[in-house]
């Protein structure tokens, strides 16, 4: 069930006003950090693992969104939960060229469509670090995970770069990114 994500946020957005709240997860060292500062033109240089979680709003076409960038490394995983209420749209992002971890990212992301909070809610999986020669194919990645299963729920997967930025906006249009809170501690 492929479906474009900014059809979903105009379905969304049916009410005026309203903020589509987007929860970024994935395994450490996916690259999470690194596609939220990039789409918010900020310095990609000096990224340091998230040990909490990030905020940034995102203005783009006509919508407020609001992007909750959580650490993925195994210890804060476990916390994960206690950011899944109200979540709009789930972006799942993946280290393509990771190839020893793909069944771990992949028994993650199973975990995280079994969630009763998160049941229905539609996903977008950023196959991310396709500038690398051992990344492998979105279409591989696709299969791996099992993606075409998915019945009960929209998905999509995009292949991107978050370095040099290939792949990241082509989901919904141009962003504008405000409100940074970096990097808070997880409660």
Known sequence: ??????????????????????????????????ILKKMSSEDISHITPTQGFNIKS?????????????????????YWKNYFENTDILIYVIDSSDKKRFEETSIELNELLTEDKLNGIPILVYAN?????????????AEGLHLPSIRDRSWQIQACSAISGEGLKDWIGPVRISSPKSDQQLV
């Open 58 to 78: 995102v203005q783009t076409a006509g919508f407020k969104l609001n992007v909750w960038d959580i650490g993925g490394q195994r210890k804060i995983r476990p």
């Open 129 to 141: 670090k396709q500038d690398l020669f051992n990344a492998a194919p979105a279409s591989e990645i």
């Open 1 to 34: 069930m492929v479906l474009g994500l900014l059809s979903l946020l105009r379905k969304l957005k049916s009410t005026p006003d309203r903020e589509v709240r987007i929860l970024l997860l994935g395994l450490d060292n996916a690259g999470k950090t690194t």
